[in-house]
């Protein structure tokens, strides 16, 4: 990422170009505290060229506002990218910034106190996205199960959904296949399930978190730490599974640990 720089007497507008996550957040971070530091603390971020924010970036970005309004400025988006007016609108963050559509506009909202101009993310056709919540795509297999283990061979994967994401694991929801149907293949269905899945079991997982680390998988090996059953409304009988982490690499735990602040940080936010 880089970051360009204008200044209109006190108000500087920084214009960010790429990406911006964690990799890069120290240096650009320090940079901008500076800025502030030399006494700028009338700030518009131009996002309108910043494909990805992370959860860390945008925590900084929640942080440095706190930190300009308790020093008489004000930090304001202007002209956020699609996927930064998504990331906004699905963690509901988008009223915490003032947004405008030009640079010219949040000039003028600095110097004359006019907002007028400012935008409303609700008011456009933004789609959000669960998935930057900690829903998503998980793909299990019961590593209990030998390969060689019949018909189903225990080996190849199931996939759930995560309904929330915890520092100790997920919870995610499965519909639990009945014997014979397409989605059986893994050789777990309502016959088994509970011989098959219960606490304690072990399992094999991997899956995404887009606000954390884009297009990066995570895997690790975990535990069943309880289980629930319950009918949907179609009648299917269906699983929430509550996992522990036994295995994951240090840097992918120390990431999602990261995140998860992160969303709790932003839910305290938007009380």
């Known amino acids: 990422m880089r970051i360009e720089k204008r200044r209109w007497e006190d108000v500087v507008v920084l214009t960010f170009i790429g990406e911006f996550d964690a990799f890069n957040l120290e240096n650009f971070s320090a940079k901008i505290d500076i800025l502030i530091e030399t006494g700028y603390v009338k ?21 440095t506002k706190k930190l300009v309004k308790e020093r008489g400025g004000n930090l304001v988006l202007i002209q956020p990218s ?4 998504k990331t906004l609108l699905t963690l509901g963050l988008d009223e915490l910034f003032k947004i405008f559509e030009a640079d010219v506009d949040a ?17 456009l056709p933004v789609e959000t996205d669960d998935s930057l919540i900690g829903t998503g795509a998980i793909i299990f297999r019961d590593l209990d199960t030998p390969r060689d283990a019949g018909p189903g061979k225990g080996a190849i994967h199931s996939v759930g959904r995560i309904i929330n994401l915890y520092k100790g694991g997920p919870v995610f929801r499965w519909q639990i296949p009945t014997p014979g149907s397409d989605d059986a293949g893994a050789g777990i269905t309502t016959e088994n399930f509970d ?12 899956f995404r978190q887009p606000l954390a680390v884009k297009s990066h998988f995570f895997e690790a090996e975990a535990k069943v730490s309880s289980v629930a059953k319950e009918m949907d409304d179609a009648g299917n009988e269906e699983a ?8 994951m690499d240090s840097s992918d735990r120390e990431i999602l640990d990261r995140y998860v602040d992160d969303l709790d940080e932003f839910r305290g936010e938007t009380k």
């Open 43 to 63: 700030l518009g971020f131009n996002l309108r060229l910043l494909t990805f924010i992370n959860s860390a970036a945008l925590g900084y970005l929640i942080r």
């Open 240 to 247: 929430t599974i509550n996992l522990e982490y036994t295995s």
């Open 107 to 123: 000039i003028r909202f600095f110097h004359s106190g006019v907002e007028d101009s400012a935008i409303n993310l609700k008011d």
């Open 82 to 85: 699609k996927f930064v007016k």
């Open 195 to 206: 011989q098959r899945i219960h606490e304690g079991t072990k399992v094999k997982i991997k």
